[in-house]
């Protein structure tokens, strides 16, 4: 059986992904959020999605070619015929997604959130619940697969792809069957130990908010700029490194793969190095971005609250101490002017509260406390 495809989200990991299922064959259904139909004229208008591939690893390898997509829409009910839907939405907006999905979800239906954020697939398997929709799978990989842009024009650029990403399932107990379907055309995902080691698995809350908030001088007085390898130094590097140490001591309290920053980085793309820094800078599509001009992008607004405060709340329930994932918190919330403490996801928004490690990974397993 062909499975069928619709894709949430007509930005840059959205038409990325929605042109490579096309390519493949796929003829996926693209759908956006309504107020955003304007992200889909300029793709109807051509009929679909132009995609620049940059890389060999993508189909049809380094080239510009049109990816056809037949439906372009931003009617939610078209998700009720897919087999897989794939939520390309920033994570801090999940609960705006889920409203419009729940009616038209059915069981045997599979939710790959990209990205899901540490727990957002405990958060939809709570809504869900709650709605009383039963056995629609969920999955979350460590990291969207995609590095790249959408330009003003509608083109996606796919500048790399990673190699091989962590997938968490939740409940655990569904992993095999989950792995059967996306091995239709997503042979990159291997699955990771439980959920929380997936969401946990990615560099964003690493290279993404740490590096900003301590380039705030540069970013406020000349951003945009060059941003290679997110202006990260020596110092810099070794604020990440601290901040790593506590990440993956979370992920071993939770009995996954405490994989350093810098073998995650390898398992990426292929690159190596004597240490995190010299592999973050030899890291491709780490090199010739543009600094974000604000504290408003996403590298703060999603990635804090809905990455590095529940790890952070996580860990101090398991007894690590993150004081270097409190001060992100911290020092992100004041440029700002947010309280992503307060704001972000929690152990108990994710419906882990008062549990110990292993009652969690009990939870992980089977979807129980």
Do not use: C
């Not at 078209?78 to 920033?90: F, G, R, T």
């Not at 908010?209 to 390898?229: E, H, T």
Request: aromatic content about 6%; cysteine-free; charged content about 20%.
């Amino acid at each position: 059986m062909t499975l069928r495809y619709a894709v949430i989200g007509a930005g840059n990991g959205g038409t990325a992904m929605a042109a490579e299922l096309s390519l493949l064959g796929r003829e996926p259904v693209l759908v956006e959020m309504p107020g955003f139909e304007d992200r889909l004229e300029v793709l109807r208008e051509a009929g679909g999605i132009v995609v620049e591939s940059r890389i060999d690893h993508f189909p049809g390898g380094v080239g510009t070619r049109l990816a056809a997509i037949s439906r372009m829409t931003t009617d939610m009910s078209d998700i009720s015929d897919a087999n897989v839907v794939i939520v390309v939405v920033p994570a801090h907006h999940h609960d705006k997604v889920i409203a419009r999905i729940l009616p038209h979800l059915k069981a045997g239906q599979l939710v790959l959130l990209n990205p899901g954020g540490v727990g957002g697939a405990l958060l939809w398997s709570a809504s869900l619940r709650k709605a009383n929709v039963r056995d629609v799978l969920i999955a979350q990989p460590s990291d969207l697969l995609y590095a790249g842009f959408r330009t003003p024009e509608g083109k996606a650029v796919v500048a790399d792809k990673k190699k091989r990403a962590a997938l968490g399932v939740f409940p655990n107990a569904d992993r095999e069957v989950v792995m059967q379907i996306v091995a239709d055309v997503f042979p990159e995902f291997q699955p990771a130990a439980n959920v929380l080691e997936a969401g946990m698995g990615g560099p964003g809350m690493l290279v993404h908010p740490l590096p900003m908030l301590m380039n705030a001088v540069r970013i406020d007085r000349d951003a945009p700029f060059k941003y290679d390898a997110y202006d990260i130094t020596p110092s810099v590097a070794r604020a990440i490194e601290k901040l790593d140490a506590e990440r993956t001591a979370i992920i071993g309290k939770l009995g996954g793969r405490a994989v350093p920053i810098k073998d995650v980085l390898t398992e990426y793309y292929g690159v190596t190095g004597v240490d995190f820094y010299e592999t973050v800078r030899r890291t491709p599509p780490y090199l010739g971005s543009s600094a974000p001009a604000d504290f408003s992008h996403r590298y703060i607004s999603e990635e804090v609250p809905t990455q590095v405060v529940p790890s952070a709340s996580i860990g101090r329930q398991l007894g690590v101490a993150t004081p270097i994932m409190d001060a992100t918190i911290a020092l992100a919330s004041a440029v700002a002017g947010s309280d992503y403490a307060v704001e972000g996801w929690t152990a108990a928004s994710l419906g882990m509260d008062g549990l110990d490690a292993d009652a969690i990974r009990t939870l992980l397993e089977t979807g129980r406390r």
